[in-house]
């Protein structure tokens, strides 16, 4: 009999209550989001990165799935892989999917509902996990709610696409489980295939997490060292990679060239961290609710605001988690949490969940928050650990971070003020009443906290007082938290809803041939508003790109935002109009003079005034000269590149010279050292887009020129695009599309190479005369991961029936050699505490509620869950225990035959 039936035989009358924490975890979370979705006219608005990126994300993606295109996103950034951009962010996602039904417009009302419902899905998959480890399902029903609204999964709101990999983990740990203590087979594999799916970055965190889990569960004796279960661990959790690898494998390679991802710890930042305040900031962050993302509160100058440190527990906070750690000496959960604190503490440790990362981030808390959940379940319930000194603990830490943080002098310029928090000591109190809530908060949690250990003998009353306080405290901090947040964002009304979710901008033209520009407003309002856009806030975009900004010197991190000191690039990348939202920044100086050359106002639409760029060239344009990018590094600045990119196109160090036969080297003389740049500029005898001038007028000489053999005809389509172009010889033909290797090109039907011009963009050769040139992108290693999908599926189902045959004449040879059945050592132990309890609460043992069991459930000496009798013990030893074993063939069946 497997352990879940031999616990539901034992506690027939304890009904599970999975759907009865989904319902109420929604309906918490209902209540949570209501006010700011009220506020917010029917869209859940917050601010920052909630704002620009997930509401527009989900629009311009689920538009683009109705309309088939799946391939080159155009309207992020410059361009991008579209499943290689979005798969991070919600392509996996089937809370994304669950838009598709329902038309564009509706989108941004469905932000609000389904965080409520992940809300409510991650406390289901929490129940289930914590079920298997708790005597009641009430417990697991409040370890589920504490899971689902502790402080990291409120925290991240703020990243709406991080809730997904908190409703997997449980169910990832819960399959390895069953594979382990259970034999049971299948689950596990495609469990680990959903978590490659709905977040591959989370996954990587999530695998080494499970070699953690395995590790510690292996060496306290928890699961039983079979080598058949190990082998089928390592096989099941390859089936799950190849079976994800259609999306896993082609959004892997879309990233491997990001620079963000090749930085690596190194030197003293891999020991420690160069930030003290992260110390602090972690510590804290176990006693306190969070601070919002990028506003902190306690530790203003930890430099590090966008890296998720969150992971205190409503109401109950740290106390079951010291509690159940003085009390339990060798508990493979107390190694796991302990370790997981050191590697929190060591750089190079830490990063090892971010894919190695050099950037902080703390965005695998929610994986020891778990298990925190569960040690504070088992604080609670079991006799043995003293919660009250836990709580103890717990409330001295509470109190000293408050008294330091709120207490603690310092000086700002030669004034000593008191208090650690955000502008201490200035006339604005808003981040001092944040303190005094997140204060208040935590000191009434603890309050709380007390009464629960109090009741602690009537377990019963403790679990559903419980319950209500860990609801009533997650609404409480969740609405504030989020009523907070939208005091940093963007005028709602204003902004947020008429001038981006609800604006419609016209533009003299259709686009399709130019792209726009936005002068100080909101990140992604290109997107917002439908129009290609050079801005753009996105973190997963070609490398190309980035290689461009860089070349001219210009950030490129999350984000492109070209300052107006590179006003010439504006020109090359085909920007014709550029938007200023009213109330900003105007773009035009006192004297009306515009702050870059060539653009002049032509009206006011959609709460925006439109600017239209007198430089625009089309795509698809032609050069007569050329040099390569050695060249141009050698003889400009990065600030002066950019305009030498009108006058020359820029082309790799081992360009074909057949492809570049249609150009003149750029200033050959410059090249051979005969005359100087400088003597250039003096010389007007020369060509203007050889002279050296970068003017405005000599630039903008140079865009008419460029202007003019630009495409005659430029059209979208769904997998790339098509122009027409006119030559009088051969040439290449440039497109600011940025350069990527999904790319192929035919010209007059005949495939041609395509060069990577000025950088990070495209060109390819033409003949003299007519050309149809046509672009195809085909995402990179797109099918090959379908594929290997397929044959990871084909394997998967020829593994199933072979699994099942392999336990089956496993379980008759054990029969046949009269062993012992097999046995779960941990489940048996839990079991009989189980039977323990409620044997003293047949028998009437004081402070004991009413048993699950009726008296005439059992008669006397015949409770079958009281651990294994004698007989079964001399024939094989209970192996749960703390110490390390390294017997690789502890059960019979597992050694050689000469050995058994």
């Known amino acids: 009999m497997s352990f879940m039936k031999q616990r539901q035989a034992l506690l027939p009358k304890d009904r599970g209550r999975g759907w009865a924490t989904f319902l109420l975890a929604l309906l918490v979370a209902g209540i949570m989001f209501a006010p700011s979705i009220i506020a917010g006219q029917g869209y859940f608005l917050f601010y920052g990165d909630f704002n620009v990126q997930q509401i527009p994300f989900y629009r311009m993606c689920h538009d683009a799935v109705r309309e088939g295109r799946l391939g080159w996103s155009f309207g992020t950034d410059l361009g991008a892989n579209f499943i290689g951009s979005y798969s991070f962010y919600l392509l996996g996602s089937p809370f994304f999917w669950l838009t598709i039904p329902f038309e564009s417009d509706m989108v941004p009302y469905l932000m609000g509902p389904l965080l409520i419902l992940k809300f409510a899905c991650a406390a289901l998959t929490a129940y289930l996990y914590l079920r298997r480890f708790t005597r009641t399902a009430r417990a697991a029903q409040l370890g589920g709610l504490l899971y689902a609204f502790s402080s990291f999964s409120v925290y991240n709101i703020f990243f709406n696409h991080f809730h997904e990999p908190l409703i997997m983990f449980p169910l990832l740990l819960l399959s390895f489980e069953w594979l382990f203590t259970e034999n049971r087979r299948g689950v596990f594999a495609l469990c680990v295939a959903l978590a490659a799916v709905v977040n591959y970055y989370f996954f990587f ?128 959960l107390k190694k796991i949490l302990v370790a997981c604190a050191i590697m929190a503490g060591i750089p190079v440790l830490n990063s090892l969940f971010s894919a190695l990362n050099s950037a902080y981030y703390a965005r695998w808390f929610y994986m020891p928050i778990l298990l925190m959940v569960l040690a504070t379940l088992q604080a609670m319930d079991d006799e043995s650990i003293d919660w009250e000194k836990g709580w103890r603990v717990s409330a001295l830490f509470t109190v000293l971070v408050a008294l330091v943080v709120g207490l603690f002098p310092q000086k700002q310029g030669d004034e000593l003020v008191f208090g ?28 709380i906290c007390r009464g629960l250990v109090a009741l602690k003998p009537r377990r019963k009353t403790m679990f ?45 033209d259709s686009q399709d041939c130019w792209r726009i520009d936005v002068y100080d407003g909101e990140d992604n309002t290109g997107m917002f508003l439908g129009y290609d856009s050079i801005n753009a806030f996105h973190s997963v975009v070609p490398p190309s790109i980035m290689d461009f900004y860089t070349f001219i010197g210009q950030k490129r991190d999350v984000a492109s935002r070209p300052d107006t000191s590179v006003w010439p690039i504006r020109s090359l990348l085909s920007v014709k109009y550029l938007l200023n939202l009213k109330g900003t920044d105007r773009f035009v100086e006192d004297d009306g003079t515009p702050k870059m050359p060539g653009f002049s106002y032509i009206n006011t639409s959609g709460g925006y005034y439109v600017y239209e760029n007198q430089n625009y060239i089309p795509y698809g344009f032609s050069y007569d000269y050329y040099m390569t990018e050695s060249e141009c590094e050698l003889l400009f600045e990065k600030e002066q590149r950019p305009a030498q990119m009108l006058k020359a ?54 865009a008419a020129h460029l202007a003019e053999s630009s495409a005659t005809l430029f059209k979208k389509t769904k997998n790339g695009f098509k122009a027409m172009v ?72 020829l593994y199933l029936p072979l699994a099942v045959l392999s336990c089956k004449r496993r379980e008759r040879r054990r029969e046949r050699k009269g062993l012992p059945a097999e046995r779960y050592a941990e489940g048996e132990a839990l079991l009989a505490d189980w039977s323990k309890i409620y044997r003293q609460q047949e028998n009437g043992a004081p402070n004991q509620e009413e048993p699950l069991h009726d008296e005439e459930d059992f008669t006397e000496n015949e409770w079958p869950f009281d651990g294994p009798s004698d007989s079964q013990k001399q024939a094989q030893p209970p192996r749960y225990q703390s110490g390390f074993r390294v017997d690789f063939f502890d059960d019979p069946l597992d050694k050689p035959k000469d050995q058994q």
């Open 205 to 332: 965190g999530m695998v080494v997490f499970l070699v953690l889990y395995w590790f510690f569960r292996r060496s306290s004796g928890a699961i039983e060292p079979k080598r058949g279960r190990f082998f089928s661990f390592l096989i099941e959790g390859v089936l799950g990679v190849l079976l994800s690898a259609f999306l896993l494998l082609p959004s892997v390679m879309a990233v491997a060239g990001n620079s963000r991802v090749s930085e690596l710890q190194n030197g003293w930042s891999a020991i420690l961290y160069g930030r003290e305040q992260i110390y602090f900031q972690i510590f804290q962050s176990l006693f306190f609710p969070p601070d919002l993302p990028a506003r902190p509160v306690f530790c203003p100058g930890i430099g590090v605001k966008w890296s998720s440190i969150a992971a205190w527990l409503p109401v109950v906070g740290m106390s079951g988690v010291l509690a159940y750690g003085i009390a339990k000496k060798g508990s493979w």
């Open 420 to 447: 650690l928090y955000e502008d201490a000591g200035s006339t604005d109190k808003t981040f001092l009443l944040r303190f005094i809530i997140s204060c208040a908060i935590a000191l009434l949690s603890l309050l």
């Open 649 to 702: 196109m820029i082309v790799p160090d081992d360009c074909s010279s057949e492809l570049t036969a249609g150009m003149t080297h750029y200033s050959q003389e410059l090249f051979k050292g005969e005359v100087t740049l400088e003597s250039m500029v003096e010389r007007d005898d020369r060509p203007y887009e050889v002279n050296g001038h970068t003017d405005e007028k000599t630039l903008s000489k140079d």
């Open 464 to 508: 559903r007082a419980a319950l209500c306080g860990v609801c009533v405290i997650s609404i409480a901090f969740g609405t504030v938290f989020l009523h907070d947040g939208q005091q940093h964002s963007s005028a709602m009304e204003g902004v947020m809803i008429d001038a981006l979710i609800e604006s419609k901008v016209t533009l003299p």
């Open 726 to 797: 006119q030559r009088s010889k051969s040439n290449l033909v440039f497109f600011s599309i940025p350069y990527d290797e999904g790319w192929r090109c035919t010209v007059n039907g005949t495939e041609a190479p395509i060069v990577k011009a000025n950088v990070g963009f495209m060109a390819v050769s033409v003949p003299a005369g007519s050309s149809e040139i046509v672009f195809t992108y085909k995402t990179p290693y797109l099918t090959t991961g379908c594929l290997v999908s397929l044959l990871g599926l084909a394997l998967f189902l």
